[in-house]
């Protein structure tokens, strides 16, 4: 069975910290996104990525960058964290086109 | 962008067939749709994929029409435990997965 592992359940970072969202899957899937979800907004995509080093954006991309050095591995950054990225983030992999998401069990961020 | 749209909330009693569809004006030729659950506090799981006409597995059916503008994911004879938020995925293209805003549905003893 997938499994995508998001580093924290819940975060709590100051106003212009810097902050790093860990997700690792271990399926050897080629696509790994970020997401983010707030109340009445639904999912909306970050990055996206379809291989290692490789990024691409999401429909909300500003304030975020991405990293993904390992095909394992994605991570979202917030360079200077401000409290309107107060949000549930979730990850999640796929191993192809048009195969299905996988999710991980989200990683709730909250800045002060 | 194209948009998927969905309605917001739905309520239901035990043992009754839930109809929820999904509508997707600017769905690209080669793209599938995907429904999704998700509960409190957990990400989204996959509940049923298809391209076109009917599919079905152990929990759900899945109508596509010709068009492919809409589709509809009908759950058979609900439970409490299907309470839950029920999401659309529209592959657009290559490139970016766009979730519709979710349909919540409560299921009533």
């Known amino acids: 069975d997938v499994k995508v592992t998001q580093s924290s359940r819940y975060l709590v970072k100051r106003t212009g910290e810097k902050v790093f969202l860990e997700c690792v899957q271990d399926m050897d899937h080629e696509n790994m996104f970020w997401y983010r979800q707030d109340p009445g907004l639904g999912l909306r995509l970050i990055y996206f990525s379809y291989d290692v080093k490789m990024k691409e954006k999401g429909d909300i991309p500003e304030g975020y960058s991405v990293s993904r050095e390992k095909k394992e591995r994605f991570s979202l950054i917030l360079e200077s964290a401000s409290t309107n990225q107060t949000s549930m983030y979730l990850c999640?992999?796929?191993?192809?086109?048009?195969?299905?998401?996988?999710f991980g069990n989200g990683t709730r961020l909250t800045v002060t | 962008l194209a948009k998927t749209t969905q309605p917001i909330s739905m309520d239901s009693y035990e043992g009754q067939e839930v109809n929820i569809t999904c509508s997707h004006n600017?769905?690209?030729?080669?793209?599938?749709i995907t429904w999704y659950q998700q509960f409190p506090s957990q990400g989204p799981r996959f509940i049923i994929q298809?391209?076109?006409t009917k599919v079905t597995n152990e929990v759900a059916s899945l109508f596509i029409p010709a068009d492919r503008k809409s589709s509809t994911l009908s759950l058979p004879r609900v439970s409490l435990s299907d309470t839950a938020v029920y999401y659309c995925l529209v592959a657009l293209g290559t490139d970016k997965l766009i979730f519709g805003t979710g349909t919540r549905l409560q299921v009533f003893p």
């Open positions: 600017n769905i690209a030729t080669n793209d599938y």
């Open positions: 999640a992999s796929s191993s192809e086109n048009n195969s299905p998401l996988h």
């Open positions: 298809g391209y076109k």
